[in-house]
């Protein structure tokens, strides 16, 4: 199973995207699925804070969102936006985060977007900072990838 999972388009999007960061970081395929933060601790055996939860939301001008967020929180729209500068920022459903990403909900990754919007707005959460090793998703809900905060803040944009 894992080989299949690895051959799939939006991971090797992700490996390609990882490589040309110059982020080591191998991608590992879990057993259990990782589509939520608690998940994936349980599945990694590390703290839930450690889970890079990359969520998808929609400016007023239909451009996308991402916001990187520790899998300790839930995120605030209003807050995001207010810093942003927007009025709002408006939840999303599947169909919008596969469009605008590649990547279907539980795999979504911060990294190997398709398209258009590879250039988007990314906020990222500063508690992820404090972790020698923080997880993200890599393309698939049981597909994960290692980095430091301080790779993934330099790939994907400035913490908020």
Known sequence: MSEQILARPAVSRVRAALHAAGIDGEIRVLADSTRTALEAASALDVEVAQIASSLVFRRPDGEPVLVITSGAHRVDAARVAAALGLARLERVDAAYVKSVSGFSI????????????????????????????????????????????????????RAR
């Open 106 to 157: 539980g795999g979504v990754s911060p990294l190997g977007w398709e398209g258009e919007h590879a250039h988007l707005t990314v906020v990222i959460d500063e508690d992820l900072a404090p972790y020698d090793v923080i997880w993200a998703a890599a393309g698939h809900p049981h597909a994960v990838f290692a980095c430091t905060f301080a790779q993934l803040r330099r790939r994907v944009g």
